[in-house]
């Protein structure tokens, strides 16, 4: 019964996530439905005692990163660097090239910090165009865009400021290059089994005689590409972001070293560095961006900075209280006498890190969130995943690169937030372009699996 109970919760939450309701609201109301059939004194303690201290601790951890994430997205895409990046790419390789391209592109502008909903909203436009030029049929764009946008880039490449490489970083005392040639192996896959899959699918398009099509929804105006920035320049914050953020997790530690202690009047600061590392290094590349953008960009962004920086806080703070509400579900439900049943029967898989693999990216899958999948997982479960990978002589980055990968496994099903706004924005339905969007989640998920492999194999991370 106890098992039914915390299923029963999972599920209640899935679907209203998937009907379109706030996971704000409703995650707490499903995890005290759940405290409610198995205890109903529980209800008020869990709730203040586990619900909202896990969720404000995720709020005091991440909130910045969101909203510098979300702040430095919206200043890339009002300076006008973002159509400078999509333009220049396009001319390099060609618009006979069209899904490479918009790939690139996207993979560019996520791992350079760019929000994966702000990538959609600019890189549409130009892939509309130059899937109508080259006739490819419009039905094909969200599958390339969550290609490049929502797999190799967000979790898979080392140094990926996205928060779903950032969030294992604090249970794993690792950071966000972890496991750098398993990460690589991961994105190589993706990237070459992804674009073979989409260039299938155009070929077979091409086949039945199939082109761009006619009487679409949300066709973008023609883009004009007159007076954009210098495509170098456009890429220079992007770049910074990069570079600072490896300098900043190797230079940190030996400023601050693994604590730090401050004797204030009054209140004693101690403060556990190394659990702050990779979010500190992010936070400081992320502003350095910021300002380098404003720097060069001033005249741009100055007219509309005051309400685009109004839309990216309160994109950030939905984002973060989502995440933060399925991370209070997660604690919640790990409570739980039903949850024993989970996690008893994940451990039974033999292997710490297929353990690990499936628990994220079927978690992930439920909430239809990567970030709040891992973070269920993560702070249910991750102290038994240390043990049994220290057991099995498995280093942390490794149990940290397979966790952020298994969270873009399956979280991208219909019920996922990009997902609904990718295809809101390109005007399409999930009964028209849904197959491949799950097709590249198919791929996604396999790559976790294909880096279990390489490294028990060969060792390498």
Not at 36 to 60: A, H, N, Q, R
Not at 387 to 393: F, G, K, L, N, Y
């Amino acid at each position: 019964m106890s098992f039914i109970i915390v299923l029963a919760a999972l599920a209640l939450l899935m679907l209203v996530a998937y009907r379109g309701y706030s996971v704000i609201l409703f995650a707490p109301v499903c995890a005290l439905l759940a405290v409610l059939f198995t205890d109903p004194s529980y209800v008020l303690p869990m709730f203040s005692g586990i619900f909202m201290e896990k969720m404000v601790g995720f709020v005091k951890l991440y909130f910045p990163v969101f909203m510098l994430g979300a702040v430095f997205g919206k200043l890339i895409e009002l300076s006008g660097y973002s159509q400078a990046i999509v333009s220049a790419v396009i001319r390099v390789l060609g618009r006979e090239r069209a899904m490479l391209s918009i790939v690139m592109v996207c993979a560019i502008l996520t791992y350079g910090g760019v929000s994966l909903f702000v990538v959609v909203f600019a890189v549409y436009p130009f892939a509309a165009e130059m899937f109508r030029q080259s006739d490819i049929p419009k039905r094909l764009i969200p599958g390339t865009i969550a290609l490049g946008a929502f797999t190799f880039t967000m979790d898979s490449l080392p140094g990926s400021p996205q928060i779903q490489n950032i969030i294992p970083t604090t249970f794993f005392k690792t950071d966000t290059w972890a496991a750098p040639w398993l990460g690589v192996i991961g994105s190589v896959f993706i990237l070459i089994v992804g674009l073979s899959y989409l260039s299938w699918r155009r070929r077979q398009a091409l086949a039945a005689g199939e082109g761009y099509g006619s009487g679409h929804h949300n066709e973008p105006a023609t883009v004009a590409l007159d007076r954009l920035p210098h495509p170098l320049l456009a890429l220079l914050p992007l770049v910074l972001v990069g570079v600072l953020n490896k300098y900043f997790t190797l230079a940190i530690p030996k400023v601050f070293g693994a604590s730090f202690t401050a004797n204030l009047p009054g209140h004693p600061l101690v403060v556990d560095v190394s659990k702050l590392v990779a979010i500190w290094a992010v936070e400081g590349a992320l502003l350095a961006g910021i300002l380098v953008v404003l720097a060069f960009a001033w005249k741009r962004v100055i007219a509309h900075l005051a309400d685009g920086s109004r839309a990216a806080i309160s994109g950030a703070l939905l984002a973060s209280m989502n995440t933060a509400s399925e991370y209070g579900f997660g604690g919640v439900i790990a409570a739980l006498p039903g949850f024993l049943v989970v996690s008893d029967a994940l451990k039974s898989v033999p292997n710490p890190l297929i353990n690990e693999a499936v628990t994220v990216t079927a978690l992930a899958g439920i909430t239809g969130s990567a970030s709040g999948g891992m973070s269920i997982a993560l702070a249910a479960m991750a102290d038994s995943f240390i043990q049994a990978a220290q057991a099995a002589h498995i280093p942390m980055e490794v149990l940290h690169r397979v966790a952020s990968m298994a969270s873009g496994g399956m979280d991208t099903l219909p019920h996922n937030g990009a997902v609904i706004t990718l295809l809101a924005v390109t005007g399409l339905t999930h009964r028209v372009s849904y197959r491949d969007i799950f097709a590249i989640t198919m791929i996604k998920t396999a790559a976790v699996f294909v880096v279990i492999a390489a490294f028990l194999l060969t060792g390498v991370y």
